[in-house]
């Protein structure tokens, strides 16, 4: 698991600053739970979650939610970092991959972990706070960016080879550092002018004007 710190220095702990969220905010047009009922809730659903991962937890169905719980490390990292327990576990489970991903869906999440009625409130939190999605999209390319300099590295080292099997990483490098630019980029709109026209070989300009040649007299007919 990457240390978020080394993401951006003190991003989280920023973004969970401007956080606009009732926490404890449930319930829909049939469900209306008071203040200390939200609150009773809230804090059932954290126990149940965190008692999972208590060292003196021996019970089968433990054993197996901690197997299946891939996110817990970054909802510790985001808890670290002053986030709302429930933001950190909902922002902790949509950033890790789909694939066995537990709960498998947004609403079941909301039910069975956060102690929500139904999966609606993330949809108010996302709406009122932007960041969640930018935090879920940072942690999500997490992984890549751990790698980008070993892999910047193998470029910069699979270029300079004199082998002829190197080209591609060497055309991928200058045009990443903005020294070649494919023509398939070139702005289709630009004259190409007279300096491109002095850079055709003889056969090429003989071949454009015996196309212009053959257009003129289909036009005469």
């Known amino acids: 698991m990457v240390d978020l710190k080394k993401l951006h220095p003190s991003y989280f702990e920023q973004l969970s600053l401007g956080l606009e969220i009732d926490e404890l905010e449930d319930g829909d047009s049939q469900v209306v739970f008071t203040t200390e009922e939200k609150a009773r809730r809230s804090m059932g659903a954290r126990q149940a979650l965190e008692k999972i991962w208590d060292a003196e937890t021996q019970s089968e169905e433990a054993k197996?939610?901690?197997e299946k719980i891939t996110?817990?490390?970054?909802?510790?990292?985001?808890?670290?970092s002053k986030w709302p327990w429930r933001i950190a576990c909902f922002v902790a489970w949509a950033s890790s991959p789909?694939?066995?991903?537990?709960?498998?869906?947004?609403?079941?999440?909301?039910?069975?972990?956060?102690?929500?009625?139904?999966?609606?409130?993330?949809?108010?939190?996302?709406?009122?706070?932007?960041?969640?999605d930018g935090a879920i999209s940072l942690l999500q390319s997490a992984t890549m960016l751990e790698h980008r300099a070993d892999v910047i590295k193998a470029l910069v080292e699979s270029a300079s080879s004199k082998d002829h099997r190197s080209?591609?990483?060497?055309?991928?490098?200058?045009?990443?550092?903005?020294?070649y630019v494919p023509r398939s980029r070139v702005d289709v709109n630009t004259d190409p002018g007279e300096d491109e026209m002095k850079s055709k070989t003889e056969a090429e300009l003989m071949e454009i004007a015996r196309r212009a040649k053959k257009g003129k007299d289909l036009n005469d007919e």
Not at 71 to 80: A, E, I, K, P, R
Not at 169 to 176: A, G, I, V, Y
Request: hydrophobic content about 35%; cysteine-free.
């Open 64 to 66: 197996d939610a901690k």
């Open 71 to 80: 996110w817990w490390d970054t909802y510790q990292q985001l808890l670290n």
């Open 98 to 132: 789909k694939i066995n991903r537990w709960p498998k869906t947004q609403d079941e999440f909301a039910q069975k972990v956060l102690g929500l009625t139904s999966d609606r409130v993330i949809a108010t939190w996302r709406k009122k706070s932007p960041d969640i």
């Open 167 to 179: 080209n591609p990483d060497r055309k991928l490098f200058f045009e990443m550092t903005g020294d």
